[in-house]
């Protein structure tokens, strides 16, 4: 068996990696394909000689590892590397790239609230600030082994930027397709990167299909978010990086904002390698979460079709009408014995003003969407009391300040003398 190999996550379809990477093939021959306004259909997965790996790492070797720096263990990813002396080189990729692209080894935080203990998941001091970077960076790799300098991505803003920011730091060229509503401070970010900004009138979802079509006449590498399996590959290392900061014992539940559902993918396929390589009996619930005004893959669970919704919800990064890996994602919550909930913008809001006063994080609306299903599911008594439960934080908010904004007014403006004067009478 070659090291790793592409299955089609629905006809089950076995590809070599060649005929995958070098002819740039990104969903499943067979039966894949990208309709408008739909789910993609063929998404491909990474496999691995998981009995193999299992011979050569042994789970107290892997735990002993720093989290952050995937790289540390190569067998598991899609990287052209050997070893020697000891050593791993990674074809293409100097050493000191790879420093440029470690991830924090401290986010996983604990809390209390509500009489509870909690954790916390937090990615937002990432590269760029967000969870993307966790796809991006392994995408930007690959395209440095396969010497590419192009790559183009759709996205509602946190995507853009983290490719942008991943890109300018390895000497990639990116061309970043977003909704013309997107966050001003994600297309500053964009921008600021260097990276080419293509502005649609029109939803994620047009501009997702634009960059399908740009990408393909541009002779562009697409990170487009499952339509690149490595999207969900590069998303799996949270998990791994979950298992080394929990020393092996992962939470019994945790709580993951869901848009195209990459990052519930990624996750279930990383504690799905876990079990392959023998390191866990038993994966995590995973709790898929959704704005209401959002929420195709609620829908979805609840009757096993999909119909497309225009998403109408201010959590930009979860705001997707037709979630492009609707199917995978419905797989990891089935899978993993979870649940899908939707919240409202309202109780976004809320959650956001709690991380932010009461917990110290300022996360943007996806990511509070989390804590406001973890209140609504324990008022359901859904939560088990004493359980060990993980909310994922994805992005900074100050990518959106619009969304501060709502709840953060402008405080008055008085003279040296007049606050002078209150705060003595006070």
């Given at each position: 068996?070659?090291?790793?190999?592409?299955?089609?996550?629905?006809?089950?379809?076995?590809?070599?990696?060649?005929?995958?990477?070098?002819?740039?093939?990104?969903?499943?021959?067979?039966?894949?394909s990208a309709p408008k306004n739909e789910p993609l259909q063929g998404v491909l997965q990474v496999k691995y000689d998981y009995k193999s790996i299992a011979k050569n790492l042994s789970r107290e070797t892997f735990l002993s590892l720093p989290g952050g720096k995937?790289?540390?263990?190569?067998?598991?990813?899609?990287?052209?590397y050997k070893t020697v002396g000891g050593k791993t080189y990674f074809e293409n990729i100097p050493p000191e790239w790879l420093l440029r692209l470690a991830l924090p080894a401290d986010t996983l935080l604990e809390y209390r609230h509500n009489k509870e203990t909690?954790?916390?998941?937090?990615?937002?001091?990432?590269?760029?600030?967000?969870?993307?970077?966790?796809?991006?960076?392994?995408?930007?790799?690959?395209?440095?082994?396969?010497?590419?300098?192009?790559?183009?991505?759709?996205?509602?803003?946190?995507?853009?930027?983290?490719?942008?920011?991943?890109?300018?730091?390895l000497g990639i060229k990116a061309h970043i397709f977003v909704p013309a509503a997107i966050p001003e401070a994600k297309r500053i970010q964009i921008q600021a990167f260097g990276a080419k900004i293509y502005m649609v009138k029109g939803d994620y979802d047009l501009?997702?299909?634009?960059?399908?079509?740009?990408?393909?006449?541009?002779?562009?590498?697409?990170?487009?978010?499952?339509?690149?399996?490595?999207?969900?590959?590069?998303?799996?290392?949270?998990?791994?990086?979950?298992?080394?900061?929990?020393?092996?014992?992962?939470?019994?539940?945790?709580?993951?904002?869901?848009?195209?559902?990459?990052?519930?993918?990624?996750?279930?396929?990383?504690?799905?390698?876990?079990?392959?390589?023998?390191?866990?009996?038993?994966?995590?619930?995973?709790?898929?979460?959704?704005?209401?005004?959002?929420?195709?893959?609620?829908?979805?669970?609840?009757?096993?079709?999909?119909?497309?919704?225009?998403?109408?919800?201010?959590?930009?990064?979860?705001?997707?009408?037709?979630?492009?890996?609707?199917?995978?994602?419905?797989?990891?919550?089935?899978?993993?014995?979870?649940?899908?909930?939707?919240?409202?913008?309202?109780?976004?809001?809320?959650?956001?003003?709690?991380?932010?006063?009461?917990?110290?994080?300022?996360?943007?609306?996806?990511?509070?969407?989390?804590?406001?299903?973890?209140?609504?599911?324990?008022?359901?008594?859904?939560?088990?009391?004493?359980?060990?439960?993980?909310?994922?934080?994805?992005?900074?908010?100050?990518?959106?300040?619009?969304?501060?904004?709502?709840?953060?007014?402008?405080?008055?403006?008085?003279?040296?003398?007049?606050?002078?004067?209150?705060?003595?009478?006070?």
């Amino acid at each position: 068996m070659k090291r790793y190999y592409y299955q089609c996550s629905q006809c089950g379809s076995i590809f070599p990696a060649e005929k995958i990477e070098q002819e740039f093939v990104y969903l499943c021959p067979n039966c894949g394909s990208a309709p408008k306004n739909e789910p993609l259909q063929g998404v491909l997965q990474v496999k691995y000689d998981y009995k193999s790996i299992a011979k050569n790492l042994s789970r107290e070797t892997f735990l002993s590892l720093p989290g952050g720096k995937f790289w540390l263990y190569p067998p598991l990813w899609p990287l052209a590397y050997k070893t020697v002396g000891g050593k791993t080189y990674f074809e293409n990729i100097p050493p000191e790239w790879l420093l440029r692209l470690a991830l924090p080894a401290d986010t996983l935080l604990e809390y209390r609230h509500n009489k509870e203990t909690l954790w916390l998941w937090d990615d937002t001091r990432n590269p760029t600030l967000s969870y993307k970077d966790r796809a991006s960076i392994l995408i930007a790799l690959k395209a440095r082994q396969l010497n590419i300098t192009e790559i183009a991505a759709a996205s509602t803003g946190n995507a853009g930027s983290s490719l942008a920011g991943i890109c300018a730091r390895l000497g990639i060229k990116a061309h970043i397709f977003v909704p013309a509503a997107i966050p001003e401070a994600k297309r500053i970010q964009i921008q600021a990167f260097g990276a080419k900004i293509y502005m649609v009138k029109g939803d994620y979802d047009l501009a997702f299909d634009l960059c399908l079509e740009a990408a393909s006449f541009k002779h562009w590498y697409n990170r487009n978010t499952a339509y690149n399996p490595l999207t969900i590959e590069g998303k799996k290392s949270a998990a791994y990086d979950m298992f080394i900061s929990t020393g092996g014992r992962l939470p019994e539940s945790i709580i993951i904002p869901v848009g195209d559902g990459v990052i519930i993918s990624g996750l279930y396929k990383g504690f799905w390698e876990l079990m392959q390589l023998g390191w866990i009996e038993k994966m995590p619930h995973l709790i898929a979460v959704q704005s209401t005004g959002s929420d195709g893959l609620v829908r979805y669970l609840q009757t096993g079709h999909f119909q497309y919704k225009e998403a109408k919800t201010m959590a930009d990064s979860i705001s997707a009408g037709a979630p492009r890996n609707l199917y995978m994602a419905a797989e990891a919550v089935r899978e993993s014995q979870g649940r899908a909930i939707g919240v409202s913008d309202r109780h976004i809001l809320s959650a956001q003003q709690t991380l932010a006063a009461e917990f110290g994080i300022l996360c943007e609306p996806s990511s509070a969407a989390v804590l406001a299903a973890y209140r609504l599911l324990s008022e359901q008594g859904l939560i088990d009391p004493g359980s060990r439960n993980l909310l994922l934080i994805t992005g900074n908010g100050l990518k959106d300040h619009t969304a501060l904004q709502g709840w953060n007014p402008m405080p008055g403006i008085k003279s040296f003398q007049e606050w002078l004067d209150i705060l003595r009478n006070e």
